[in-house]
């Protein structure tokens, strides 16, 4: 099951989450990097800033998970504007090594293919970071998505269109198609941190984690890998049936085990 670690706030949840990421990357310079965009993992962001201070970071490669279709690359909430923006430029990465989906090519029925070849030859994922969308969805995987779903163009829901207007003057400029890596491509990545803040994310995290597996709340498939990491805050974990049972079970963790 999930490793379900409940933090006092945000800023705790981005300290652990960096150190993990300082951790791996101490250890083997080409560690790939599976980044999510939206407001959940910018405080993992910020303090990877800090724990990556002089670390060489000059190989290590990143995969988005996913992009708007429709949006102006330099529109500055295309994905690919977001992740120079907050992960590139501040962490030092090399730009060449980081990669978006590309929602802009004139190929877009077969970019998603090449973008998991990409990652492939790579050598896959070794940290995915991971939000969650009110609709339940991971990547921009809406409900109904395949597990098996590889990286292919989406339509957002209603409600995904809604929670993303704040990014944008109003819900009509918030585009209506994505591409984003499959629920079946995310699963490859050998470590899966699941984060979400606030009371609006409570229901889906508690769906995620503990309801039954199934299409119609994609963040469930997280139950069907062997490593995952969840990181919530009191909110975000206020419906979870077992919270009690999570908290004692990392105050009690062995020291040997790594996040
Ligand atoms: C973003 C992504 C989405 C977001 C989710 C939550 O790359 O894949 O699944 O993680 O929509 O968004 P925020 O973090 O803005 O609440």
């Known amino acids: 099951m999930a490793e379900v670690v409940i933090v006092s706030d945000r800023v705790a949840a981005g300290e652990l989450v960096a150190a993990e990421i300082a951790r791996l990357v101490r250890g083997r310079a080409d560690v790939v990097l599976g980044l999510a965009t939206g407001s959940t993992p910018l405080p993992v962001y910020a303090a990877a800033k800090r724990a990556l201070a002089g670390v060489d970071v000059s190989h290590v490669r990143g995969f988005a998970l996913d992009e708007y279709v429709g949006l102006d690359p330099q529109h500055p909430q295309s994905y690919r504007s977001v992740i120079a923006r907050e992960v590139v430029e ?36 070794d940290l995915q970071l991971l939000g969650i969308g009110t609709d339940g969805h991971i990547g921009f995987n809406e409900p109904g998505s395949s597990f098996a779903s590889r990286t292919r163009v989406k339509t957002l829901t209603r409600q995904t269109r809604e929670d993303n207007a704040r990014f944008f003057a109003s819900i009509d400029e918030v585009p209506r198609h994505c591409i984003t890596q499959g629920l079946g491509t995310i699963l490859e990545a050998r470590h899966l941190v699941l984060l979400a803040f606030g009371e609006a994310k409570a229901d889906a995290i508690a769906g995620a984690v503990e309801g039954p597996v199934t299409a119609s709340l994609p963040g469930s498939a997280i139950q069907l890998h062997p490593h995952v990491t969840v990181v919530v805050d009191e909110a975000a974990a206020s419906r979870l049936r077992w919270a009690e049972y999570y908290r004692e079970t990392y105050a009690h963790k062995p020291s040997w085990q790594g996040l």
């Open 90 to 125: 501040p962490l030092g990465l090399d730009p060449a090594r980081v990669h978006v989906p590309d929602g802009a090519s004139a190929r877009i029925e077969t970019a998603g293919e090449e973008y998991d070849r990409a990652i492939a030859i790579a050598g896959g994922v």
